[in-house]
């Protein structure tokens, strides 16, 4: 039996992956943005950054396409995406938004309680101004306030381990989680970047048929996305290691970190018929 072409979409991290981690800038990875674009593959930014933070990307990167923020938290999907009203979703400023994640008023007093009974153990970003973020992260301030813009999320600092372990079994008591990502630990609900790809896939689905889903990232927080795809590609840290934790079948390493190996990896994916690397 024959099957048909099946529609080819690519998920992409941000951070480390399609962007360099020091600087942010995707301009090694151009020539492969430009094959994906001729060749009308779907290119969806699957990220733990807010939407404040994707829009002024998407818009440098002309990119039109569904994306997904704050870890899972939400899938946007552009009006005019799909050929149906897209189930259980709310319509906000353009867009079709699936919230997955716990709104950020629920995080943020859930935060204040815990904060009431050990003060000044843990500060999340809504207790933080603008600059201290910057300062904090080495953001630029304008960079601080998009970030500070949470929906599903709330990064957290902790003092001491004590307070984190009983904050992380609060949450869990709630049916939330504490996930730890380099310094700061992040609040969020029972949602991760692979509930929002699957959701996100079942809507291309049912648009335009069977799909194959390129998936790249480079972190812990990527794994659920890459165990999502049906070609799971992990991206190098800068120094060329390998985040540990992660064995799938079929598992694709890229040859260098950041934008330089996110275009090799999708050059080697989609053909040497699409490198004309002009
Ligand atoms: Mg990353």
Known sequence: M???AKTLLVFTDLDG??????????????????????????????????????????????????????????????????????????????????????????????????????PD?????????????????????ERARLARQREF????????????????????????RIVSGGRFHHLLGPHDKGLAVRRLKEMFVRDQGPVRVIGLGDGPNDFPLLRESDIPVLLPAPDGAFEPGIDLPGLILAPGPGPAGWREAVFHLIGPEASGRD
């Open 153 to 176: 999320d709330e990064p957290i600092l902790a003092d001491d381990d004590a307070a984190l372990s009983l904050l992380k079994q609060k949450a869990e008591a709630s049916g939330w």
């Open 17 to 118: 992956t399609l962007l360099d981690a020091v600087t942010y800038s995707f301009d090694e990875a151009r020539p492969a943005l430009r094959a994906l674009e001729k060749r009308r593959i779907p290119l969806i930014i699957c990220s733990s950054k807010t939407r404040a933070e994707i829009e002024p990307l998407r818009r440098s990167l002309r990119n039109r396409h569904p994306f997904i923020s704050e870890n899972g938290g939400a899938v946007y999907v552009p009006h005019g995406t799909f050929s149906f009203d897209i189930p259980h979703a709310v319509d906000r400023e353009g867009y079709e938004v699936l919230e997955l994640g716990v709104p950020y008023a629920a995080l943020r007093a859930f935060l204040s309680e815990f904060q009431a009974e050990r």
């Open 121 to 141: 153990r843990v500060r999340g970003f809504g207790d933080m101004s603008d600059e201290e973020v910057a300062r904090l992260c080495g953001f630029s301030v």
């Open 2 to 4: 024959r099957t048909a």
